[in-house]
């Protein structure tokens, strides 16, 4: 079936640190990925929709500064945390589909938990 | 404001029994709904949907209901086993593009 990878699973840094985070469709090609954030018992909070060839859409709220959003090729995105502060510690996760449509299932990576010291 | 609620953080089921996890929604826009399971260090795996032209959607040993009326849907899974417990997302398309909404989870534990 369909699997998106993203990588680093895990990641901790000094504050001011930028942090590079790649979401990537393993057997698909995926025009319009997705990045979430979860706070502690929260929800998963849509971040941006990252649109290949093209710029990335963001949440009311998100700052499209601090948050880097390059969708370079039909299979990657990433995300870039720029100058991470503490209050920048999240889980962090991608989605993508195959196919367009809102009523399409998203898949999901495993996340990165990001922890600023 | 939570669009998509989730009241319940954690609901445990003795193994065999049904478990219903219940999510609720405030927006009227809302067509079509998602559930999501999520194993601790993983990544949320789709589990069943259902569009508001229904009001039930049956895989398995799981079916969601919904009532559009109430604004309210709920996941039955029956006979519940060992391997469900997981953390149980309730969402619907309604961020930018077709990004999705999310309930902050119930955490379904399942006893032997």
């Known amino acids: 079936g369909a699997v998106v990878s993203q990588h680093p699973s895990r990641v901790i840094c000094k504050s001011g640190t930028s942090v590079k985070i790649e979401c990537r469709s393993l057997?698909?090609?995926?025009?319009?990925m997705f990045w979430y954030r979860q706070f502690p018992k929260q929800s998963l909070m849509l971040m941006a929709t990252?649109?290949?060839?093209?710029?990335?859409?963001?949440e009311q709220g998100v700052e499209k500064d601090k948050f880097l959003i390059n969708h370079a090729s039909l299979t990657l995105s990433t995300l870039t945390v720029t100058s991470a502060h503490p209050e920048d510690s999240s889980f962090y996760i991608c989605s993508a589909s195959p196919r367009t449509g809102y009523n399409q299932p998203q898949h999901f990576g495993d996340g990165t938990r990001l922890s600023i010291l | 404001d939570q669009q998509v609620k989730q009241n319940s953080p954690s609901l445990s089921v003795q193994e065999g029994r049904i478990s219903i996890l219940n999510c609720d929604y405030t927006n009227s826009m809302f067509d079509y709904f998602l559930w999501y399971k999520k194993y601790p260090a993983e990544g949320p795996t789709f589990l069943i949907s259902i569009s508001s032209i229904k009001d039930k959607n049956e895989d398995g040993r799981f079916t969601v209901f919904l009532n559009k009326s109430a604004k309210h849907l709920s996941l039955h899974i029956v006979p519940s086993q060992p391997g469900d417990s997981a953390v149980y997302f309730c969402a619907a398309p309604g961020g930018g593009a077709d990004g999705l909404t999310f309930g902050k989870g119930t955490h379904l534990i399942i006893q032997p």
């Open positions: 057997d698909f090609q995926a025009t319009t």
């Open positions: 990252s649109n290949e060839g093209s710029k990335a859409t963001y």
